[in-house]
């Protein structure tokens, strides 16, 4: 991305400096491409998933269910049901819009061949997926669930998708999303994407997800009340989703945070929102346990000790809370 900074063309111009500014962002759609099997497709790049979504959704009357995010709930017929283990029940693929793996839970989704839509802006980078595979007409991404940038990401379209654009003007990105690209914020996508699929090669995630359970375990030693989301389930392997009855999810998220940890009470594009996950309520779970669910998120850099520090601050907590309460 400082590189990128030294080039000031506008991809669009033929002269040496927009003909260099062209060739980053066509090295980063491939990078994207690689990362994501997405040979053979089209890749566009949008603001990020939110943007993605409405480019993606808007108009199509598309089903879905109460566990997408918020940027595809708003232009879905959210009518499809919710098994109690989080997987959504769809009779009509190519009439339906999932996604791959939740943002809250982390529950990862059987995707059915033909769906119209998927939105893998969790798995990509986290999960080896592959666009060529996965049997969807589009997919959401974006940069900063992998490590890259905040606002840049992509659609992922399987070649010959009709798409009507939705930004007009001079008919950048393949005539799908006009405006002069994000040469920035694309060049550090594509770094990232590429940077992302060596560590998925090299068994980050698999490191990652051994101390996912490292920190379920620790906790669930302590706190018999406490309840794992999904734990059976096949997850992303860097969330944990636990529930302790009677404790609020956004007392518990202040308490930690004076604390040193930062986690959530939802999904991060919802904060400052005190509601119940719709997530959870879909799954069956009722509303005041709901409100009692918190999100642990772990990265490449979360190492044993990070966890054992967390589950031992949170213990301290959640027996102080049995206290007071009993």
Same mark, same amino acid.
């Given at each position: ?10 991809? !669009? ?30 890749? *566009? ?37 919710? !098994? ?7 009779? #009509? ?19 059915? #061949?033909?769906?119209?839509? /998927? ?42 998708? #009709? ?40 068994? *980050? ?11 379920? /375990? ?70 005041? #346990? ?37």
């Amino acid at each position: 991305m400082i590189a990128a900074m030294d080039i000031s063309g506008n991809p !669009s111009s033929v002269h040496a400096e927009g003909r260099k500014a062209k060739a980053l962002v066509e090295r980063a759609r491939a990078q994207v491409a690689a990362a994501f099997g997405a040979d053979g497709a089209d890749v *566009v790049f949008v603001s990020g998933s939110t943007e993605g979504a409405s480019l993606a959704l808007e108009g199509r009357g598309l089903h879905g269910s109460a566990v997408e995010h918020d940027a595809v709930r708003a232009w879905i017929a959210e009518d499809l049901s919710v !098994s109690p283990t989080g997987q959504v029940i769809i009779a #009509d693929p190519p009439s339906s819009v999932l996604q791959l793996a939740n943002s809250e839970t982390g529950i990862v989704q059987t995707l059915p #061949d033909g769906i119209a839509v /998927t939105d893998a802006t969790q798995a990509f980078g986290k999960l080896p997926v592959a666009f060529n595979w996965m049997g969807a007409d589009i997919a959401l991404v974006s940069a900063h669930k992998l490590g890259g940038p905040k606002g840049i990401g992509a659609l992922v379209l399987k070649r010959g998708t #009709d798409l009507a654009a939705r930004i007009k003007g001079g008919g950048q990105e393949m005539g799908r999303r006009s405006g002069t690209e994000n040469v920035i914020g694309i060049a550090g996508f594509g770094a990232a994407a590429e940077a992302a699929a060596l560590d998925l090669a090299n068994g *980050v995630w698999e490191r990652v997800e051994k101390i996912r359970n490292i920190l379920e /375990t620790a906790l669930a030693a302590g706190a018999d009340r406490t309840i794992f989301v999904g734990k059976d389930e096949v997850r992303l392997p860097n969330t944990s989703c636990f529930i302790t009855p009677g404790w609020k999810g956004e007392t518990q998220v202040m308490q930690m945070d004076l604390s040193g940890f930062a986690i959530s009470a939802g999904s991060a594009c919802s904060s400052g929102k005190v509601r119940a996950s719709t997530v959870l309520t879909a799954m069956g779970i009722d509303q005041a #346990d709901a409100g009692c669910a918190i999100r642990v998120s772990l990265g490449p850099e979360t190492t044993e000790d990070d966890v054992l520090r967390f589950s031992d601050a949170w213990l301290s907590k959640e027996k102080k809370h049995r206290a007071r309460v009993a």
